[in-house]
């Protein structure tokens, strides 16, 4: 992880955050929020709080994704470096990391019980992530993700 001063740091949450102001006009959210602060790996989280938000996260989070893709593409393009920069919807993202740790570590106990490997549903890149990261540390189980473009899922491992 790049390590970054305070006003590098500053300079990324403004891009952002600026970025994702000229997005949001151009749909029906009314008065947003947005806060800001650095997740658990270190990345920037934007979380966006207001009435009128569904439209934002879309079906499955699709839309969610889509706006996380466009603001990390412009705040590398506009900065010249790449840096973490995670877009959330009143928590939406928060609820559904604690879900799929909660699907990794089940499919970690059923790999170690049945010894066979898990595969997992096709996931995006962020959730494939999030399932590699919850289950980094344990012993008994490895994971690795398998598959071509919107097929690409984890299979966790027994060790």
Sequence with gaps: MVE????????VADTAIDALQGILKHFDVGEVTI???????GELIL???GDNLAILIGRHGKTLDALQFIISAITTRTLGFRYPVVVDVEGYKNR????????????ARRAVSQDRNIKLRPMTPYERRIVHLALRNRDDVETASEGEGSARHV???PR
Excluded at 35 to 41: A, L, P, T
């Design 96 to 107: 559904q990391r604690q879900k799929l740790e909660s699907i990794a570590e089940s499919a």
């Design 35 to 41: 806060d800001e602060y650095e997740g658990d790996e």
């Design 47 to 49: 979380d966006i709080t």
């Design 155 to 157: 299979v966790v491992i």
């Design 4 to 11: 970054l001063t305070e006003e590098e740091l500053d300079r």
